[in-house]
């Protein structure tokens, strides 16, 4: 915590509690050996079996741990200004353990700092949902972890050619390849080597104004709407007749293609688990903007237990980058990027002690990726959040020749603008440009970019 990665002490603390509660529990294996473990750390030579062993000398020991463990997840929501949660969390504990007094300190700055931040968000102007939200939510700063394998960081060759022959049946009028675009890198993260040479999608051959470039239909999506009433893979309404699976109820299907998607992507560790609570903010009209960060992550670990890799090389996630160029905090949140995740990973048996396939740092650079590609139209009646694999390939401009389709679902188009020549790379633009001046769009396009936007029409106006 104290040499800068909050998000990441916050996990370990959580783990710890999670330990520490085994252990007073007494009956499972995992609180047998942690209580082994302690007893351990209380040896010294000479020392007698119950000096090391002993109930007593074991509670005593957890009661120096479990009040640090509170602090560190204390300290570290308030380091993320995630000050609703700390709140809660310390008055939740304190109801607990009311002689914890120390928390209180704890308490009174992440109230002081929320009403702070209240009176800042007031100024902005933003709606009273926006407000909501940031108010609820904490944030963190999008950066690489020094200790990243190099492997997780490049985009193999192997990768995009499997993209290139999946698009051939989706969009055969186009190829993902290298391209010029650059976004420009702030100076915390220069000298280091994590941007990947950047990939664009280029037509291959003449597409007419009005013409479906591609489909994109992709498992790594979620839909604001009842998720009982819609196909459980795309999001789209239900037939009369939905496709049902043979092997438990949990899902409807729109289509066979939808069912089997699931079934050859993601459904076999969510097979016959009620996974339910994932979906609790979306099951009444949401008066504020709900977490997707449980439901996107339920999908998303599913799809990588499945294929059994390691999450940074799942297909869906290495083609991804994070924004590691902006400068711009992401949001975050205690339930949403640690709780849940780690619940959802030992629903599916995952140790989540021992495989450090899926450490706290992994899943913060997953949750980075997907965000940061993610297509979100979060205006529309029903609020779609997505990683369309192909749509997240093709870069912005500010005089776009595409343009996304949405349908009910998390099946996206894309869909020329203009006649495009061979050769030609497609752009669409990240944001609404409504008539917008360079200086607007400058400040919107913001969270994308580290520096101001350099497209053939920023570069001509002056
Ligand atoms: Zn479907
Ligand atoms: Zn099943
Ligand atoms: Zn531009």
Partial sequence: MDIGYPELAVGDAYKSILLIDAALGHSSNLGWQVRLQLGMKLWYPGASDDQCFGQASINSLIGIIQPSAHTVIAKSLIYLQSYPECIA???????????????VEHLTIARERLETKRILLDRLGITEKEKNQRMRLGITLVRPYPWMPARFLRREQALIDSLNEELETWGPKCKIQPSSFKPSIPSHIRGINTIPESMGMFATGLIRKGEQVFVDTTPAGFSLRNVSLFCGNCCDNLPLAPVALECCAISLFC??????????????????????WVYIDFQSPPTEIPDFRPPIFLRLLAMCIQRGVHPLQHPTIARLVPAYTSIHPEGWSLHGNIYAP??????????????????????????????????????SEQPIITSNPFLSCVNHSCEPNVASRFGSGTTAGLEALREIREGEELFISYIPLDGMQKVDRRKNLAPYFGGPCSCTRCEREP
């Fill in 89 to 103: 969390m310390c008055q939740l504990t304190m109801g607990k353990f009311p002689d914890w007094t120390f928390l």
């Fill in 255 to 276: 289509s066979t293609k939808c069912r089997d998607l699931a079934l050859a992507q993601y459904h076999s560790p969510m097979c016959g688990r009620d996974l339910n």
């Fill in 342 to 379: 780690i619940m959802i990973l030992e629903a599916f048996g995952i140790n989540i002690y021992t495989d450090l396939r899926f450490d706290t740092w992994v899943l913060q650079t997953m949750w980075w990726r997907f965000k940061n590609n993610a297509s979100a139209e979060v205006t």
